[in-house]
């Protein structure tokens, strides 16, 4: 199983390649998190984003601008079609969230390296639903005791606990006026 714990721009998260349908579902079970709400994606750069999503260069123009990190929200039918698949072996038990696709692109060297040997991979904060988020490497040890036989720590550093969550936005159709879900 291919489950990572890896520092992100705001605070730890926890990640799986997108491909792995049994890590992504042991991240729900981890985390005791409702299958209503979906994981994100991070991916390697904004042109991963420009070949697969319907945001317009102007919308990309802007994020890659936007002075704090962020989260997009936007339509990608490539990854829709992969969610919706389902054999014996692949199975994503709420592919039915993702109306939209909340995207994350990619900042540092190891989380572009984790991203060119597995694809884009879905995250999320590396904390049980509903506790606080982790940014020292002790402390995130300490939440996932019982998991690291089965979780790899990647970039073992401590982060700034300052740092506010992402922004998370949509755009309105092909312009740049944003509708907020979350901003700090």
């Not at 639903?129 to 490497?137: C, H, Q, V």
Request: a negative charge.
């Amino acid at each position: 199983m291919n489950i990572y714990l890896l520092p992100t721009d705001t605070c730890y998260g926890i990640w799986c390649p997108i491909w792995d349908s049994d890590a992504y579902q042991k991240i729900y079970k981890i985390k005791n998190r409702g299958y209503d709400k979906p994981l994100a994606i991070m991916v390697e750069d904004l042109d991963w984003l420009y070949e697969n999503t319907t945001l317009t260069e102007q919308q990309l123009d802007f994020i890659s601008e936007y002075e704090k990190p962020s989260t997009v929200l936007t339509d990608c039918p490539r990854i829709k079609m992969l969610l919706e698949f389902e054999d014996e072996e692949v199975s994503y038990p709420n592919f039915d969230q993702y109306e939209k696709i909340a995207f994350r692109v990619a900042h540092t060297p190891a989380q572009k390296k984790l991203i060119q040997e597995e694809w884009p991979i879905f995250l999320t904060s590396a904390n049980f639903s509903g506790e606080k988020e982790n940014y020292k490497i002790s402390d995130l040890k300490e939440t996932f005791k019982k998991y690291l036989s089965e979780i790899k720590i990647i970039d073992e550093v401590d982060l700034d606990e300052n740092i506010s969550p992402s922004d998370i936005f949509s755009f309105e159709a092909d312009t740049l006026e944003l509708k907020y879900l979350r901003k700090n």
